[in-house]
């Protein structure tokens, strides 16, 4: 495979699973915050199933609790847009912080859905109240150093981990006389601290492992901490 910086013009040893995502031809290095029609198609696909999957889990309109509760349309509407912003916030914040971190050290990145986990999240999250989620991820391709892959990989989480940070305080501090943004805020303050934590396990393939193979004090800092906030979170609610 021939590739530099900032052309390549061989996909001889790109996977065959990411090499048919890959645009046809020469690719070329784009700038900072530079996204292809086929990275946002695939995020903007990804945000919409994941949202659907955590508005039927979170709202008791699964199949498995509405067969025992009804379906309930008004608390689904609250709960998409929850979601929605949930989604959108600690989702898309922890793949863009993974793209902008590479397209730093002038790597071609971009986001994949991966099809299999986004059916897996729908099912699990229209028929049962609980979501798991492997909606895909960032890729990146160049010549890799070892602090560069450890740095993308830590920009996700820690992403999550100050986003988290913020609305808790929001959550306890700013808006606890007002229950409807108390509750956005809590649940955005949630589901970042679970992503978080989430990514830091040193799973083959997960953030976390990405991480201690680089800088092993810095996983541990950063998965700690991670599980100090969850903890304090889910305490707290």
Known sequence: MIEDKKK???FHNIPPREYMY???GTIELGKTGQFSRLEIKHLLISIIVLTFAFSFALTKNNIIQAY????NLYNFI???????L???IAFFC?????KFVAQK??????YRMYSKGLILAALLGFFTPIVFAAPGAVMFRGKVRLFEMGRIALAGPLANIIISIITFYLYIFVFFESATLNIIFGFICLINAVLATFNLIPFRSFDGYKIYIWNANIWIISFLFSIILLINIITRF
């Open 68 to 71: 025992s509760y009804g379906f």
């Open 86 to 88: 949930g989604v959108v």
């Open 8 to 10: 390549y013009k061989s």
């Open 22 to 24: 890959f645009p046809k």
């Open 94 to 98: 922890h793949e863009i912080s993974h």
């Open 78 to 84: 609250l709960g998409f847009e929850k979601a929605f």
């Open 105 to 110: 050290y002038h790597l071609w990145s971009e």
